[in-house]
């Protein structure tokens, strides 16, 4: 998907006042606020690279919730789950994180406690590999 059909398909698509660069080309310039996933309200960034979208990160303040967004990140858990398989996980003092990788595509949700409570989610798509340079 282009940024031509990004728009068409989110009308209140807004430029980044500061885009966010990345290896390979990345560049976050596009952001929607007011995105709805597992019950939060966020705001989704859109990462294009050659022209084509190559990543989303969602990203919700948990601040004001009761149990800090764990409800959300249990939802979106058990949907890695039933769409990629079992997760890679990580758990410390200050966040939940779970991770899943299939051939051409990287997801991970990510749980910070306060004072930082937040959720993320982050769906990209891997650069195809090109054996020939090994």
């Known amino acids: 998907m282009g940024l031509h059909e990004l728009q068409s398909v ?5 430029r980044v006042r500061r885009p966010q660069r ?8 596009w952001q929607s606020s007011g995105a709805q ?3 939060l309200s966020g705001t989704q960034t859109f990462f294009l ?3 084509a979208l190559r990543r989303v990160e ?3 303040d948990t601040q004001a919730l009761a149990d800090g967004g764990a409800a959300a990140f ?5 949907w890695g789950r ?17 991770a899943w990788s299939d051939a ?12 930082r409570a937040g959720l993320q989610l982050v769906i990209g798509q891997r650069p195809p590999r090109d054996d020939s340079n090994l």
């Open 82 to 98: 039933g769409r990629y398989g079992a997760e890679r996980v990580s758990q410390d003092a200050s966040s939940r994180y779970a």
């Open 49 to 51: 690279a050659g022209g």
């Open 104 to 115: 051409d595509t990287d997801v991970y949700v990510r749980l910070l406690a306060p004072p």
């Open 74 to 78: 249990d939802s979106l858990l058990a």
């Open 58 to 60: 969602f990203l919700a």
């Open 37 to 39: 996933l597992a019950g």
């Open 22 to 29: 990345m290896g390979g080309g990345l560049v976050g310039g």
């Open 10 to 14: 989110l009308p209140s698509l807004e």
